[in-house]
T-cell receptor, first 112, second 116 residues
Framework: SQQGEEDPQALSIQEGENATMNCSYKTSINNLQWYRQNSGRGLVHLILIRSNEREKHSGRLRVTLDTSKKSSSLLITASRAADTASYFCATDAERGYNKLIFGAGTRLAVHP | EPEVTQTPSHQVTQMGQEVILRCVPISNHLYFYWYRQILGQKVEFLVSFYNNEISEKSEIFDDQFSVERPDGSNFTLKIRSTKLEDSAMYFC??????????????FGEGSWLTVV
């Protein structure tokens, strides 16, 4: 089964707007993490939310987790052109923490 | 901020050649990983390593792959006989702990491997 499927696949917005990306998964998890990847670069860790948490903030980022729906959202407020990147959610499996399963990602383009 | 470093950033190799990708995990971390991302595809787990042994590996991580921590700082991925389909970005990652505090996994910038 697939874990960590994001939608939309691509999102194009203007600077200053908010961007919301969603992630769904199928099995129980311990943690869900969001990562950012600039084209051809490494994965930058943004935020980790644990299965017993519902919402977490970090600067302009807000992450929610709904374990009953097996879904998470990443909100970037007041977006900037520099936020242009791909965003991935990654889940571990409840029985083990070591292996992250990534979704296909959302490609975000923020236009000046 | 401490970071995971990887070398080389890009390597081109002939099919059938051996490749070693090197990583220096964050210094106080105990868990080490390799992931790969074929161009345009998802990031895939290859292997996790703890206490000098493999703790988990994926189906991709077959006999042509091996990992080693040759000293106190380096963590390597060896591909014995490269195939065209091994062309990908290989990411090393590390984390400090699991269980109650959550397992934040930090990734390096990646090593692009092109097999020709």
């Amino acid at each position: 089964s697939q874990q960590g499927e994001e939608d939309p696949q691509a999102l194009s917005i203007q600077e200053g707007e908010n961007a919301t990306m969603n992630c769904s998964y199928k099995t129980s998890i311990n943690n869900l993490q969001w990562y950012r990847q600039n084209s051809g670069r490494g994965l930058v860790h943004l935020i980790l939310i644990r299965s017993n948490e519902r919402e977490k903030h970090s600067g302009r980022l807000r992450v929610t987790l709904d374990t009953s729906k097996k879904s998470s959202s990443l909100l970037i407020t007041a977006s900037r052109a520099a936020d242009t990147a791909s965003y991935f959610c990654a889940t571990d499996a409840e029985r083990g923490y070591n292996k992250l399963i990534f979704g296909a990602g959302t490609r975000l383009a923020v236009h000046p | 901020e401490p970071e995971v470093t990887q070398t080389p950033s890009h390597q081109v190799t002939q099919m059938g050649q051996e490749v070693i990708l090197r990583c220096v995990p964050i210094s106080n971390h105990l868990y080490f990983y390799w992931y790969r991302q074929i161009l345009g595809q998802k990031v895939e787990f290859l292997v996790s390593f703890y206490n000098n042994e493999i703790s988990e590996k994926s189906e991709i991580f077959d006999d042509q792959f091996s990992v080693e921590r040759p000293d106190g700082s380096n963590f390597t991925l060896k591909i014995r006989s490269t195939k065209l389909e091994d062309s990908a970005m290989y990411f090393c990652a590390s984390s400090v702990e699991v269980e109650l505090s959550g397992n934040t996994i930090y990734f390096g910038e990646g090593s692009w491997l092109t097999v020709v």
